[in-house]
């Protein structure tokens, strides 16, 4: 995020490179930082002469190459974008030539999503001199919690810890789809609010009370009666949990606490370092581990690896969800 935000302020002082390539597996800088080259380094004026979008699948390193060795029309520079570049992989070794000498009139954009190049290639060097090469890294998960702080402590809001975890949950390390949910939010909420779990139910559409962070937390709890009304919830509702993601999660949920059981030093904040999360929730863990002792976690890992199997169908018929989720609660609490 932050070298994100020194090349957005770079562009803002007036340092702009004649070429910008844009790569990793996290879309979201590179479409940042790409809309913002194509709203504000030409006026409008300019634009239309002198700004092209290319997509890489409609388009050669050539062409490319050829529009760019062009000058611009009474403008100081010109803007290419070539979105969707990871389409010209194959190819894209012959960008060497253009970037031992790129024309300092054009600004280059290559948007190379879900891909990395490797930075030991003569252009990926020649672009790293003369311009920016800049990777966008997936977040780990227990990372996008703080990213969605400061996003949105920078607009003016606030969160609270359950409607940052809601999210989290059923949205993963997706910061495309996260932000598109929080500027949703920030329509119908004035700034200076915090965004609570019932905004997120109402406006969003996940449930605050039935969804794999309250099972979880039930779980943990040996809160029977919650926990079974939420799995009737996911059995009468499977796309908004799918068993598949629910089993994956509650499997997560146990091993961390079997890492908690593991732990020396069960301080809050070694515990929120260790198993990558937030503070705020440390006391659910400390909890969950005198509910459930190391063995009885141990036990219940092996179960949910045999609940998973069956809902493959592997070694048994397939059974209904509902009878998955009576044994995998049965497990848990017995």
């Known amino acids: 995020m932050d070298e994100a935000v020194k090349i957005v302020n770079d562009i803002k002082n007036g340092l702009i490179k004649p070429i910008y390539f844009l790569m990793g597996e ?22 239309g002469f002198n700004q092209t979008v290319y997509y890489g699948r409609d388009v050669s390193i050539d062409d490319i190459v050829s529009s760019a060795k062009r000058f611009p029309m009474m403008a100081e520079r010109q803007v290419i974008i070539v979105k969707e570049a990871q389409d010209l992989s194959r ?37 790293e001199k003369l311009g920016v090469l800049f990777e966008s890294k997936k977040l780990y998960e227990n990372q996008v919690g703080d990213w969605i702080k400061r996003l949105l402590q920078s607009k003016g809001y606030g969160i609270e810890p359950k409607a940052m975890a809601m999210l989290v949950e059923f949205l993963g390390t997706d910061l495309s789809k996260i932000n598109n949910e929080l500027e949703k939010l920030q329509i119908v909420l004035p700034k200076q609010s915090t965004i609570t779990a019932k905004d997120i139910e109402d406006n969003i559409g996940f449930s605050k009370d039935f969804n794999v962070f309250e099972l979880r937390k039930a779980l943990g709890e040996r809160n029977q009666l919650k926990a079974y009304q939420i799995a009737n919830y996911f059995s009468e509702n499977p796309k908004e949990a799918p068993f598949q993601m629910v089993v994956t999660l509650v499997f997560g949920y146990f091993q961390q606490l079997l890492q908690y059981h593991g732990l020396k030093d069960k301080s809050s904040k070694n515990v929120a370092v260790a198993l990558k999360v937030n503070p705020y929730f440390t006391k659910d863990y400390e909890l969950a581990a005198r509910n459930f002792p190391m063995k009885k976690v141990s036990a219940v890992i092996t179960k949910l690896r045999d609940v998973d199997l069956k809902n493959k169908g592997v070694g048994a018929n397939s059974l209904p969800v509902n009878d998955l989720y009576k044994e995998l609660l049965v497990t848990i609490f017995n």
């Open 26 to 47: 996290e879309a979201y800088y590179i479409d940042k930082i790409a809309e913002y080259i194509e709203q504000n380094v030409l006026t409008e004026e300019e634009k």
């Open 91 to 127: 190819t894209i070794d012959q960008l060497e030539n253009y970037t031992n000498d790129p024309v300092p009139t054009t600004v280059l954009v290559f948007c190379y999503k879900y891909k990395t190049i490797d930075k030991r290639k003569k252009f990926t060097k020649n672009i």
